[in-house]
T-cell receptor
Framework: SQKIEQNSEALNIQEGKTATLTCNYT??????LQWYRQDPGRGPVFLLL?????KEKRKERLKVTFDTTLKQSLFHITASQPADSATYLC????????????FGTGTRLQVTL | DGGITQSPKYLFRKEGQNVTLSCEQN?????MYWYRQDPGQGLRLIYY???????QKGDIAEGYSVSREKKESFPLTVTSAQKNPTAFYLC?????????????FGQGTRLTVV
C-alpha cells in the first residue's frame, strides 16, 4: 500500500540556521508533492508545490526538492525564525487513486533563540 | 469572504449517539475531504468526494458516513459504530483534484465522547 514517511521526532534548531525536513514515499509515483504548515489547533496551510519534472522550487526562505529516483522530497527553511515553529506536512499526489490527498505524519519544527 | 467553514468548533457526544459535523465551502471547489487527527499524529483520510453525488472511502472510513448532495456541503456523520471517535476533525476542499491544486482547510471540529 502507499506509504508516506516523515521524521516523527521533533526537529530542534537554532534561530538563523537552515532547517531540513524529509518526506519519503513508497509504492507509488506521485506527479507532484505539496508541503503544508500546521499550527497547533488549526488546519494546515498550503506552502509549496513541486511537480515531478521539477528538481527544485523556491519561495522566499523556503526551498523544496523532489527526487523521483530516491522517492524523496526535502523541505528547507533558511534563516529560521521562532515564528517558523510548527508542524510541516508533505502530501504527494497525482491522478487516479493518488488524487485523494493523503498526508505524511508531519515533522514538528522548533526554532529557538 | 470566500472560505471553508466547519461547525461546531467543539462537540460533545454521549456514547452510542450519532453526531454530524458540518463543512461548507463557498470557493466553488469540486473536491472535498474529511480527515481525523489524533494528538501528536498526522492527518488520516476518512472520506473524500471529487464531484457532487459521489464520494469514496479513505483509509479509516469505518464508523463514519458522508453525503455530497450539494457542491458546497460535505457533512460527516460519526456513528455509534466508531469505537474511538474522540479526535480533531478537519475538512478541506480543492479545485480540480489530481492536478496539484492546493487544499484549503477549515478550522476543525474537536469531538469529545463523554
Amino acid at each position: 500500500s502507499q506509504k508516506i514517511e516523515q521524521n516523527s521526532e521533533a526537529l530542534n534548531i537554532q534561530e538563523g540556521k537552515t532547517a531540513t525536513l524529509t518526506c519519503n514515499y513508497t509504492n507509488y509515483s506521485p506527479a507532484y508533492l505539496q508541503w503544508y504548515r500546521q499550527d497547533p489547533g488549526r488546519g494546515p496551510v498550503f506552502l509549496l508545490l513541486i511537480r515531478e519534472n521539477e528538481k527544485e522550487k523556491r519561495k522566499e526562505r523556503l526551498k523544496v526538492t523532489f527526487d523521483t529516483t530516491l522517492k524523496q522530497s526535502l523541505f528547507h527553511i533558511t534563516a529560521s525564525q521562532p515564528a517558523d515553529s510548527a508542524t510541516y506536512l508533505c502530501a504527494p499526489g497525482g491522478t487516479g487513486t493518488a488524487s485523494k490527498l493523503t498526508f505524511g505524519t508531519g515533522t514538528r519544527l522548533q526554532v529557538t533563540l | 469572504d470566500g472560505g471553508i467553514t466547519q461547525s461546531p468548533k467543539y462537540l460533545f457526544r454521549k456514547e452510542g449517539q450519532n453526531v454530524t459535523l458540518s463543512c461548507e465551502q463557498n470557493l466553488n471547489h469540486d473536491a472535498m475531504y474529511w480527515y481525523r487527527q489524533d494528538p501528536g499524529q498526522g492527518l488520516r483520510l476518512i472520506y473524500y468526494s471529487q464531484i457532487v453525488n459521489d464520494f469514496q472511502k479513505g483509509d479509516i472510513a469505518e464508523g463514519y458516513s458522508v453525503s455530497r448532495e450539494k457542491k458546497e456541503s460535505f457533512p460527516l456523520t460519526v456513528t455509534s459504530a466508531q469505537k474511538n471517535p474522540t479526535a480533531f476533525y478537519l475538512c478541506a476542499s480543492s479545485t480540480r483534484p489530481g492536478v496539484g491544486a492546493e487544499a484549503f482547510f477549515g478550522q476543525g471540529t474537536r469531538l469529545t465522547v463523554v
